[in-house]
Each structure stands twice: as structure tokens, then as C-alpha cells.
């Protein structure tokens, strides 16, 4: 699956945007969930939210419950996210997973090891 993100960019805290990660190949159809992580340098990777495009199932880190909202639309995959805060800077990429998993959890969604395609990332940076 080739994954490609983009949306970010540079936005006053407080301010809002929408990632995108349009996904392609002929193994889409075998993709149960598509996740997003961000990135600082230094720093693991860390999960942000998932969606199971089976049936709809979301799941989110509480660092971003409340502010970011994932959606999907085709193969296109959205992240909201509002009320942002400097915090937030990080590069984002979104991932998918061809594990098919009856009941999503943290556990078994946000975590890196569990995902099998990446995208090449997009830049967001929150300035107070």
C-alpha cells in the first residue's frame, strides 16, 4: 500500500488543520485500519488515532482525545485537528495496518510495531 499525506504547515496556536493520506495499491482492499503518528527528533514515534475501515471503530490517544477527529472517506484517510498547541509540532505520517483485528484497542492500534506501510510524512509546526 502507498500511503501519502499531506495538509500540514505552520499555524498560530489555538488554530486548526486537516492532514490527509490518500492511500493506493492493489493491497488497499486488505487494509483494516489506518492510524496516525507524529514525530518529533529524538523522541519515539507516537500513535494519535486510528480508524478501522471495516467498521468504523475509532481510537484515540489521550494526549489528542477531545481536539483531533479522524475520518475516512474512500481511500482517503483525515486527520482534524483543532485547538492545536506548540506542542503539537511534530512531522505526521499516517500508516496502515493489514492485521485484521476483530476489536481495536490502544493496545493494539497505536502502537508502531503493529503497522505494515508508512507514507513520507508532513511538517506541522504550532507557533505561540
Known amino acids: 500500500v502507498q500511503l501519502v499525506e499531506s495538509g500540514g504547515g505552520s499555524v498560530r496556536a489555538g488554530g486548526s488543520l486537516r492532514l490527509s493520506c490518500v492511500a493506493s495499491?492493489?493491497?488497499?482492499?486488505?487494509?483494516?485500519?489506518i492510524g496516525w503518528f507524529r514525530q518529533v527528533p529524538d523522541r519515539a514515534r507516537q500513535g494519535l488515532a486510528c480508524?478501522?475501515?471495516?467498521?468504523?471503530t475509532t481510537i484515540y490517544a489521550q494526549s489528542v482525545e477531545g481536539r483531533f477527529t479522524i475520518s475516512s472517506d474512500a481511500n482517503t484517510i483525515y486527520l482534524q485537528m483543532d485547538n492545536l498547541k506548540p506542542e503539537d509540532t511534530a512531522d505526521y505520517f499516517c500508516?496502515?495496518?493489514?492485521?485484521?483485528?476483530?476489536?481495536?484497542?490502544?493496545?493494539?492500534?497505536?502502537?508502531?510495531?503493529?503497522?505494515?506501510?508508512w507514507g513520507q510524512g508532513t511538517q506541522v509546526t504550532v507557533f505561540a
Open positions: 495499491g492493489s493491497s488497499f482492499d486488505r487494509v483494516d485500519g
Open positions: 500508516a496502515a495496518d493489514r492485521a485484521r483485528r476483530p476489536i481495536r484497542t490502544k493496545d493494539n492500534s497505536l502502537r508502531v510495531v503493529e503497522y505494515d506501510d
Open positions: 480508524t478501522s475501515l471495516r467498521d468504523g
